[in-house]
Structures are given as C-alpha cells and as structure tokens.
C-alpha cells in the first residue's frame, strides 16, 4: 500500500460509484452499521495464489497475532471471520452476502462467515469447465490434483428483524429478486454453466458443459440455466487504454508465457456472471459493497444495474485499473441512460 492512499468517486444523474485504498479490516470498520443492502466480493482464497501475502502471509499474521499457533486453514477461518462481523455489521438486517472461493478452501470460508453470526443460506455454483491441471506429471501416469472446473459461491444472510415481511418492510432487505434474475423465463437455479472456451454459436466443444448437459437430456434444453463464460481479453481490457501495458504471467505454467496487459490483475470475474449476482441480491437502487475489490468487476456490475458502488482494494495498482474500468463502464451506462 502507498503512503497516501488513494480515493475515487464518481456520480452522474443515474450512477455512482466510489473506491477506497485500503486495508479491507480497518476500512470496514470506518463504515457506519446497517448501511450496505449487500456484499458482493470475491475475497482472498488462502491458498498463497500466486505466491501473493495477501492471499496467505498477511492472513497467517493477522489471524495469529493473539499468539495461538494455528494451521493455515484455521489461519484462514479466523481471519474470514473477523472481516465477516465487520460485514454483518455494516450490512443492512436481512442483507445478503456473495463470495467466491476455492474448492479447497470453501469450507473454512463458509464455517468464518457462519461464525461471525451471518445466517448460511445456499451454496451456487459457477460450472466453467474450461479450467487448466494446475499439477505436475509424475512418472506412471501418476498425478496430486484434478482439473478445476467449478468456483463455489457463499450466499449467506445478516439477521433479520423479525418476519421476512416486516424486515423488507423496514429495511427492503431480507430476500432475493428471484423475478428480476429469471434466466429465459425460469427460477434462477444455484447452478451456473459456461460454455467452453472453443466454443462457437454453431457448434459446441466436446468438453462444453452445456453440451454434455444437453446431450445427457434430449428432452431438456440446459438454456433454464445461466451461462456465464470467463471474462475475454477484450472484456478485461476495456477502459484500461490510459494504463501502461505491462508484461504479466496470467496463469501458472511455463507453457503460458507472460502476455503484454494494461489490466493486470489475474482473477477478474466476468461482468455478465457480476451482473447476474448484484441483480439477484440488491434491492434496485440499493449499494453494494465489496470489500476485496481488485479490478473492480462487482463495481462495473453495480453500475451497469443501476446500483449505487463502493468498494476497497489494498493494492494501489488494482485501484488504478478498477477506477478506469469503472470510469468506462459507467459512461457506457450514463449514455444508455440518455438514449430514447
Ligand atoms: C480475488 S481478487 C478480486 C478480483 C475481483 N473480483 C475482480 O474481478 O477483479 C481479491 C482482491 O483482494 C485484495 N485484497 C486481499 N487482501 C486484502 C485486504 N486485506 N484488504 C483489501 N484488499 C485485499 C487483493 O489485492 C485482490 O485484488
Ligand atoms: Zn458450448
């Protein structure tokens, strides 16, 4: 983090959205409670992606700092449920919480939010397929992982007061724009497919999940759940024109050499999944809030559905491409607001 960390905001007649550098612990606890409608993030996984402190490091320390020596997975709960109170807090009752994590870790994430009093609701889940074996080759065929194929999402809810209705009626928070989120017509499902990356309008790829669906099911088209691929280049990219390019290894592998980037995060969330979750949690006009923000996909969604945004990133450069996202996206939303 630099010394003088920075701050956007941005509002026209229709958005507006703000960023915050800053440690995501001590800023939360600046917020006032009771002020998000919902949280919609994609906090750190604790499993040192990348070889990052902020993913491993930096949560060992602050969740050992009592002096318990403690494994990494116990490392990591404690410290989800230490910015899980701050969420509950700040979180409208009966406000919904989303976030992401990693198969190997769900489970610690899920028991730290339970723990800091948020009430587990559902788990979706967010089937790509498309993921690479991160695992070395061992001689005889022999392998320690699978490839990845799915990222689980934690809904959970802050407490109510009282009944669902007298809660929305009090707070306009407690349930789901279920009406608002249908996908061709029907119940959004906990279940999210992406067709592969190969493939095209014609024609599936052997390894699409939404055509093995479709061929398992002759009957049943897959189209009753959302689709949702991982964001393109093209998408990752835009707005970032003002940044300098810079050479990054976006994924793992000394068979993906580094690539020339102005956005350089690595874990950026397609916009269209985003947009589909915000929808789905946060009451119209409502602010959600995401305090890991990274590129600022969550925000870029926010805006695009007419939700107010804040969100907080520790990293200075992360800030910098969230901010020119954001600035691209909701000038294409302000215009679309203006158009007949
Ligand atoms: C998985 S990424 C989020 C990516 C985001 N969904 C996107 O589409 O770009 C998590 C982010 O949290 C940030 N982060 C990690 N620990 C943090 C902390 N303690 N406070 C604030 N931000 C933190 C990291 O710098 C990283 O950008
Ligand atoms: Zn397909």
């Known amino acids: 983090m630099s010394t003088t960390a920075k701050v956007a905001i941005y509002g026209d007649d229709t958005h507006a959205w703000g960023l915050i550098e800053g440690e995501a612990l001590l800023t939360l606890a600046k917020l006032p409670d009771n002020s998000v409608d919902a949280i919609v993030t994609d906090p750190p996984y604790g499993i040192d992606f990348a070889g990052e402190a902020w993913d491993g490091a930096d949560i060992r320390q602050v969740a050992g700092s009592g002096g318990d020596r403690l494994s990494a997975g116990e490392a990591f709960e404690r410290w989800t449920a230490v910015w899980a109170a701050e969420a509950r807090r700040v979180l409208k009752p009966g406000g919904?919480?989303?976030?992401?994590?990693?198969t190997r870790t769900f489970h610690r994430l899920v028991s730290g939010v339970e723990d800091a009093g948020l009430e587990v609701r559902d788990q979706l889940l967010w089937l790509?397929?498309?993921?690479?074996?991160?695992?070395?080759?061992?001689?005889g065929g022999l392998a320690t992982t699978l490839k990845p194929a799915y990222e689980p999402i934690l809904l959970a809810r802050a407490p109510m007061v009282g009944a669902t209705t007298r809660n929305l009626q009090a707070w306009g928070t407690g349930a789901m724009n279920t009406e608002a989120a249908r996908v061709d017509g029907y119940w959004p499902a906990h279940l999210t497919l992406s067709h592969a990356s190969g493939c095209t309008k014609?024609?599936?790829?052997?390894e699409?999940?939404?055509?093995?669906?479709?061929?398992?099911?002759?009957?049943?088209?897959?189209?009753?759940?959302?689709?949702?691929?991982?964001?393109?280049?093209?998408?990752?990219?835009?707005?970032?024109?003002?940044?300098?390019?810079?050479?990054?290894?976006?994924?793992?592998g000394h068979h993906h050499p580094a690539r020339l980037r102005r956005n350089t995060h690595r874990t950026v969330k397609p916009i269209t999944m985003m947009r589909w979750l915000v929808k789905l949690v946060t009451p119209v006009?409502?602010?959600v809030l995401d305090p890991?923000?990274?590129?600022?996909?969550?925000?870029?969604?926010?805006?695009?559905?007419?939700?107010?945004?804040?969100?907080?990133?520790?990293?200075?450069?992360?800030?910098?491409?969230?901010?020119?996202?954001l600035t691209h996206w909701a000038a294409?939303?302000?215009?679309?607001a203006v158009l007949p």
């Open 285 to 287: 006009g409502g602010v």
């Open 332 to 336: 294409s939303a302000a215009q679309r």
């Open 208 to 252: 699409c999940p939404a055509a093995l669906i479709d061929a398992a099911r002759p009957d049943r088209r897959p189209s009753r759940l959302f689709f949702c691929a991982k964001a393109s280049k093209q998408e990752r990219e835009a707005g970032c024109e003002p940044l300098p390019a810079q050479s990054v290894k976006l994924y793992n």
């Open 96 to 102: 919904h919480l989303l976030a992401f994590g990693a």
């Open 128 to 139: 790509y397929a498309q993921g690479l074996p991160k695992s070395r080759r061992l001689p």
């Open 292 to 325: 890991f923000a990274g590129s600022g996909t969550t925000g870029i969604a926010a805006v695009l559905e007419d939700r107010l945004f804040l969100g907080i990133e520790r990293e200075g450069e992360y800030i910098d491409i969230a901010c020119a996202r």
């Open 202 to 206: 014609a024609r599936c790829t052997s």
